[in-house]
Structure formats: structure tokens, C-alpha cells
């Protein structure tokens, strides 16, 4: 039996029965977007420098993938279409 199961009678229950889950959805749900964005920011800038012909090394490529920063991976996907070494990607401030 979950605590859903259960009917809500008084008036107290049913205006906040269930306020704190929504809420919680809510946040995971814009969590969850966030996470999807940088990641596909991260696919783009590998795909980026493997259509450039770099050689992604496991370490950057495991810097890349990780990162959650949005802003910063769309920097990254930015320098990424000019750069002469992958060092040179990195070698900003932001690196």
C-alpha cells in the first residue's frame, strides 16, 4: 500500500495532500532538462572536433562528457569551430 491509496476527507488534506510531490516533480523535471541540454551540448562539441579530424583522447573526452555546465560547453562548441590543437580549446580561462 503506498500513501496514495488512502482517501484524503479533510479540507486541510486535500488543499496540501500532494503539494510537496508536485513540487518535487517539478524540480526533477527541470533537473532532468538541464541535464539533456548539456549533454547534447557535449555530443555537439565531440562531434564538432571529430568533423574538424581531432582525435578525442579518453581524458578530454571524459572532460567533455562530464561537464554540466552548459555555458561553458557552448564556449567550448564555439572556440571549437576555429581552434588549431584541442589544448587551444582549453587553454581560456574557462578551462
Wanted: net charge negative; proline share 3%; aromatic share 8%.
Amino acid at each position: 500500500m503506498t500513501s496514495t491509496d488512502w482517501p484524503v476527507y479533510s479540507p486541510f488534506a486535500r488543499e496540501h495532500y500532494g503539494r510537496g510531490l508536485d513540487e518535487g516533480k517539478a524540480e526533477g523535471k527541470a533537473e532532468g532538462k538541464a541535464e539533456g541540454k548539456a549533454e547534447e551540448a557535449a555530443r555537439m562539441l565531440l562531434l564538432v572536433l571529430g568533423a574538424r579530424g581531432f582525435d578525442v583522447p579518453d581524458d578530454i573526452r571524459a572532460q567533455i562528457s562530464t561537464c554540466a555546465d552548459l555555458a561553458r560547453l557552448e564556449s567550448w562548441t564555439t572556440r571549437a569551430v576555429t581552434v588549431q590543437t584541442l589544448r587551444d580549446l582549453f587553454d581560456q580561462s574557462d578551462g
